[in-house]
């Protein structure tokens, strides 16, 4: 894994933050009446459409991650957006996997919807990179990263999802040193694994060929992403 040097377009640290409502706490409640309160803290990252904060469980004094995506913004962006917000909920909710980033649960109250994530203190391997003194990883480190990384993706292609937005920057450390695939509001489930999907997203500099070229693609466009990371 090189630093080319090259300015990337994530999602959390290029694009302007949009007006935000989030209170101080933020309260969950269950179907049973029991309620889980959330304690804000610092801003981990933002983008056009969510911000990350740190937050706090009040009852455990747990650490996580909440992603908050603006009801505002999210509904003047018509209702593919809206969709595609439910999916990420969707496709987050039902993935276990230790180089996953797991979601304890994503609700919404009048302003925002919520998505509350396993905090991830190592940050990002876009930020691990950029303190290492060479510019580059060792060939151990890198390794280490892509074994992680790729243990992710199999799990992924087995449960039918393609991520679309594999990056340095979604490739989070966790607590217990793991390499861990983040951020799915690019994601899509295939029907049958010979499905093949017209959707051209992602960030530019990981896009494969087959999305440039507008053709329909599989699982080949994360294997592209993984190669070029």
């Known amino acids: 894994v090189k630093n080319k040097n090259i300015k990337h377009s994530s999602l959390f640290y290029f694009m ?20 889980d309160v959330f304690i804000k803290h610092e801003e981990l990252g933002h983008g056009g459409f969510a911000v990350v904060y740190r937050v706090t469980l009040q009852s ?28 990420e909920m969707r496709i987050q909710k039902k993935l276990n996997h230790p180089n996953i980033v797991h979601s304890k649960v994503s609700f ?15 940050k990002s391997i876009r930020e691990y990179l950029k303190k290492s003194g060479n510019g580059y990883l060792s060939e151990p480190e890198t390794r280490k990263i892509l074994r992680d990384v790729v243990r992710g993706l199999v799990y992924l292609h087995n449960s039918d999802i393609i991520h679309h937005d594999l990056k340095l920057e979604n490739y989070l450390i966790g607590s217990d040193g793991k390499v861990k695939i983040a951020d799915f509001g690019l994601s899509t489930v295939l029907k049958n694994e010979d499905e093949k999907k017209f959707t051209i997203c992602g960030t530019t500099n990981y896009l494969s060929p087959e999305i440039i070229e507008k053709k329909g693609h599989g699982f080949e466009v994360d294997m592209w992403a993984v190669g070029v990371s």
């Not at 209170?23 to 269950?30: G, L, N, R, S």
């Not at 995506?69 to 209702?79: D, L, R």
């Open 108 to 122: 919404s109250d009048e302003f925002n919807y919520y998505i509350i994530l396993e905090y991830c203190p190592g």
């Open 60 to 87: 455990t004094n747990k650490t996580y991650a909440m992603k908050v995506i603006s009801k505002k913004v999210t509904n003047s962006k018509g209702k593919l957006t809206l969709e595609k917000l439910k999916s």
């Open 16 to 35: 302007p933050l949009p007006e935000f409502h989030v209170p101080a706490t933020i309260v969950y409640k269950h179907d049973d009446g029991t309620r």
